[in-house]
């Protein structure tokens, strides 16, 4: 069975609010991870790759 994550970012100029969320019909949505990071693209690619 596949899943879906959706990714959130609040960006600014001196940081990234990163928010990895799995939308579940009937249920509340299961949120796994929030981090905020420096504003660096690698920064998002290990968020993505941890999770």
């Known amino acids: 069975m596949k899943r879906i ?3 959130g ?3 600014h100029t001196t940081n990234y ?3 990895a969320m799995e939308p579940i019909i009937g249920e509340d949505d299961r949120v796994f991870a ?3 990071v420096t504003p660096d693209y690698r920064n998002i690619l290990m ?3 941890n999770l």
């Open 5 to 7: 994550l959706k990714i």
């Open 47 to 49: 968020f993505i790759e």
């Open 17 to 19: 609010t990163l928010c």
């Open 34 to 36: 929030t981090i905020k």
């Open 9 to 11: 970012m609040d960006v």
